[in-house]
Nanobody, 122 residues
Framework: VQLQASGGGSVQAGGSLRLSCAAS????????MGWFRQAPGKEREFVAR????????YYADSVKGRFTISRDNPKNTVYLQLNSLKREDTAVYYC????????????????WGQGTQVTVSS
């Protein structure tokens, strides 16, 4: 499966963005999906994940209550809604997929998108 992330941009603190991760080459319904991010000078970190049946979502504590992950399997797309953005949310955001399993929080996953930049200013 190939993953294409989009939707990043520059926004003021308190604003919102919606990231999309479009899959091609395989049905997204067979994959657990997730989002990670990497800020300048920091290691990549887990943000959110969702099972392939969309029955469970799991979030990092730092984004819980502000970010929402969702998926539209017929459209082969996963979304990450970012609300109440903070400066510390500035990072490159990556989507990840794992075949017939939940995305690993550790980052050891099968497929990755190319990343989309989110910049939050005060």
């Amino acid at each position: 499966v190939q993953l294409q992330a989009s939707g990043g941009g520059s926004v003021q603190a308190g604003g919102s963005l919606r990231l999309s991760c479009a899959a091609s080459g395989s049905a997204l319904s067979n994959y657990g999906m997730g989002w990670f991010r990497q800020a300048p000078g920091k290691e990549r970190e887990f943000v959110a994940r969702i099972g392939w049946t969309a029955d469970r979502a799991y979030y990092a504590d730092s984004v819980k209550g502000r970010f929402t992950i969702s998926r539209d399997n017929p459209k082969n797309t996963v979304y990450l809604q970012l609300n109440s953005l903070k400066r510390e949310d500035t990072a490159v955001y990556y989507c990840a997929a794992r075949f017939l399993s939940g995305v690993r929080v550790s980052g050891d996953n099968d497929y990755w998108g190319q990343g989309t930049q989110v910049t939050v200013s005060s």
